[in-house]
């Protein structure tokens, strides 16, 4: 699932959105309803790809998802800000240090 993630944001960030909303939409439904750190930014990117696609009422359900989610790299707070405002396609320069020890007595 990881991998998936990974893979799925790399896509998004060289726009090929249509691969990684496949990949993304693999995270998000695996976990949906399970206590899963990587799914609140799956759904933050999700709700860009529909953005991007003028899609604005997946948009904002994804977003929706994002807000219930941990906050992940500040995806919380960025779900929020583009719930209001559509996500116009440019990046923010840094996201806040996820200090949370997602893997406790792992090296």
Do not use: C
């Not at 496949?22 to 899963?36: E, P, Q």
């Not at 529909?50 to 994804?62: S, T, W």
């Amino acid at each position: 699932m990881k991998l998936d993630f990974i893979q799925g944001i790399s896509h998004f960030l060289i726009g090929n959105n249509e691969r990684a909303g496949a990949l993304l939409t693999a995270v998000a439904s695996r976990s949906r309803n399970k206590k899963n750190w990587l799914v609140g930014p799956a759904e933050l990117t999700l709700g860009k790809i529909a953005d991007l696609e003028g899609d604005r009422e997946r948009a904002k359900e994804h977003y929706r998802r994002a807000v219930q989610r941990d906050n992940v790299w500040g995806s919380r707070d960025e779900a929020r800000r583009y719930q209001g405002q559509p996500y116009n396609g440019i990046e923010p320069d840094s996201r806040p240090v996820d200090r949370e020890l997602r893997y406790p007595g792992r090296p």
